[in-house]
């Protein structure tokens, strides 16, 4: 699976829009992006995923860029409970494996 | 729709003792997934099991052992405990073929 690259750490502004980078530049035609987040000491929660387009669901929405190297995904409102260790994976979804590499993750502290 | 479980909790070892962790994915869900993690290591995947064969295993020493019943429900084990293996581990279910994986609230092992 490809490698992700994130900031270690941002901050928001309760109610702003929360940007969170994740470059993947030597992501493969068939391995998707998923976004995970993990509040302190809770298991991982799953977010929302993309392989070319765009996706949008309740909880946030996902860019990816055209040549696929990179993707950002955007909380539109950031709450107090959205303070988490944020995880972007590139997997390969074509095989049996189900297993997720996490890399370090970016902290978003989001501030009243 | 219950989550996924894990039992125990929290548990207190010794070193040189052994350990078994149990996961109960969610009704439907026959793929189970285990990952550990630690402060220095983060999350780590350990071994996955799907229609009560390992499909899958991560880069841990032979002490880590697992097993999945008919019911899907799954145990790991650990031989021999040592003091690093102090972490959370936690379990993650999903359905065959999905892209999310949902994951427990772990299990909070000290060795002592």
């Known amino acids: 699976d490809a490698k992700t690259t994130q900031p270690p750490s941002m901050d928001c502004a309760e109610g702003r829009a929360a940007n969170l980078p994740c470059n993947h530049s030597t992501i493969s035609g068939n391995e998707y992006v998923y976004w995970y987040r993990q509040i302190h000491s809770q298991g991982p929660q799953y977010i929302i995923h993309?392989?070319?387009n765009n996706e949008t669901n309740e909880m946030a929405s996902l860019i990816i860029t055209e040549d696929r190297k990179s993707s950002t995904l955007i909380l539109p409102h950031a709450t107090l409970r959205d303070t988490a260790v944020y995880y972007c994976i590139v997997r390969d979804s074509s095989g049996s494996a189900r297993q997720l590499t996490f890399g370090s993750g970016t902290q978003l502290t989001v501030l009243p | 729709k219950a989550g996924v479980t894990q039992t125990p909790r929290y548990l207190i070892k010794t070193r040189g003792q052994q350990v078994t962790l149990s996961c109960s994915p969610i009704?439907?869900?026959?793929?189970v997934s285990w990952y550990q993690q630690t402060p220095g290591q983060g999350l780590q995947f350990l071994f996955e099991y799907f229609s009560e064969t390992q499909r899958n295993k991560g880069n841990f020493p032979g002490r880590f052992s697992g097993r999945q019943f008919s019911n899907s429900r799954s145990e790991m084990n650990v031989s021999t405990l040592e003091l690093g293996d102090s972490a959370l581990y936690l379990c993650?279910?999903?359905?065959?073929?999905?892209?999310?994986?949902?994951f427990g609230p772990g299990t909070r092992l000290t060795v002592l």
């Open positions: 993650a279910s999903s359905l065959v073929g999905a892209h999310e994986q949902f």
């Open positions: 993309g392989l070319k």
């Open positions: 009704s439907g869900h026959r793929s």
